[in-house]
């Protein structure tokens, strides 16, 4: 089986360290309060670049080869990977491509161009922005780096995890934003390499939950995308998923789907109790307590992931809007 040990996430700690933030956990007493048990903030949110995917990203980059290095790194993306890899590639004085569809908000197009990527506007989908990539591989020897069915990857993001269990080490419950699978797969290695008997909880959205579907239908799936305040969770796992979908299926407990007004809740909690702003992909496990969908019985985290939503967004959520629609 296709897979990443624990070994390959300590190593990825020691080779990302000083290159990214290791973030604070805090006990939350608004939730702990609710939940009847102690319930604990990953504040990874507060990651340079504002999400956690710098730290894959700059996992994958000083792995390597010097000649791939000088050649240079592609990507498709939708915002946080685009922006963690010409974060990290910039930080190493490297070529870093990212190529995008028309429907990427400008936004998040100018955040990356800051970072001296050069973007490329391809088209109206990702599928289509990914033949563009694999030109660049083709023709210019640039190496693709996807944003999760990567074992390095995979391995920078479960760094996190070994953060979590040095700082609670009693912990029982880990609750994780999930997409397509890299951030949950490398913590839950992390976690029950260090914490067999912990429990790790993964949490999609309603509206296009491409891993749960896939794991209900026993192999990858095509779920239509759809638009959702959890943004970041939005895609597909890939037909020809390497890693996650295999890593999912063995580590992962539970997977939970979170309507709409769930996330805009949750958004509005951390933002009132917690006094933090977060994108709504990273508000979900908040959200899922909230919801009472997760009943948390002993020490849990719940990880804050990213807070790159847009404020206009962020406040008429805060105001009460419960949808994309009613943000409108
Ligand atoms: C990418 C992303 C996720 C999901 O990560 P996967 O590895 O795709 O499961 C969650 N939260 C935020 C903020 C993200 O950018």
């Not at 161009?113 to 109206?124: C, N, Q």
């Not at 699978?181 to 029950?192: C, E, P, T």
């Amino acid at each position: 089986m296709t897979t990443v040990t624990l070994a390959e996430i300590e190593a990825a700690a020691d080779r990302i360290a000083g290159h990214v933030r290791r973030t604070d956990m805090d006990l939350s007493t608004s939730l702990s309060e609710r939940a009847g048990a102690p319930v604990h903030l990953k504040h990874e949110h507060r990651q340079i670049t504002g999400a956690f995917k710098l730290r894959g990203a700059t996992n994958a980059l000083l792995t390597l080869p010097d000649d791939a290095r000088a050649r240079g790194v592609a990507c498709t993306s939708t915002g946080n990977h685009g922006r963690g890899l010409a974060h990290a590639a910039s930080a190493l004085g490297m070529r870093c491509v990212v190529c995008m569809s028309k429907l990427v908000p400008q936004n998040k197009l100018d955040a990356i161009a800051a970072l001296g990527a050069e973007v490329r506007i391809i088209g109206k989908s990702q599928d289509e922005a990914q033949i563009e990539v694999d030109r660049l591989v083709e023709e210019e020897g640039l190496t693709d780096i996807p944003p999760f069915d990567r074992a390095e990857i995979i391995a920078g993001q479960g760094t996190i995890g070994l953060e979590i269990v040095e700082a609670l080490p009693e912990l029982e419950t880990v609750l994780v934003p999930l997409s397509g699978g890299g951030l949950i797969a490398g913590i839950a290695a992390a976690v029950k390499g260090r914490r067999p008997q912990a429990r790790i909880i993964g949490i999609s959205m309603e509206r296009g939950a491409a891993m749960k579907a896939s794991l209900d239908a026993g192999g990858p799936v095509e779920v239509e995308e759809l638009a959702t305040l959890a943004d970041s969770l939005g895609g597909g796992i890939g037909l020809d998923n390497r890693y996650t979908f295999e890593m999912v299926r063995t580590l992962v407990d539970e997977v939970v789907l979170l309507g709409e007004a769930e996330i805009a809740a949750g958004i509005r909690h951390v933002y009132f109790e917690e006094r933090e702003v977060v994108e709504g992909a990273a508000a979900v496990g908040v959200a899922a307590i909230l919801a009472g969908k997760v009943k948390p019985t002993g020490p849990t985290i719940a990880l804050l992931s990213g807070r790159n939503i847009a404020m206009d967004l962020h406040r008429r959520i805060v105001n009460g809007a419960n949808s994309l629609e009613e943000a409108r």
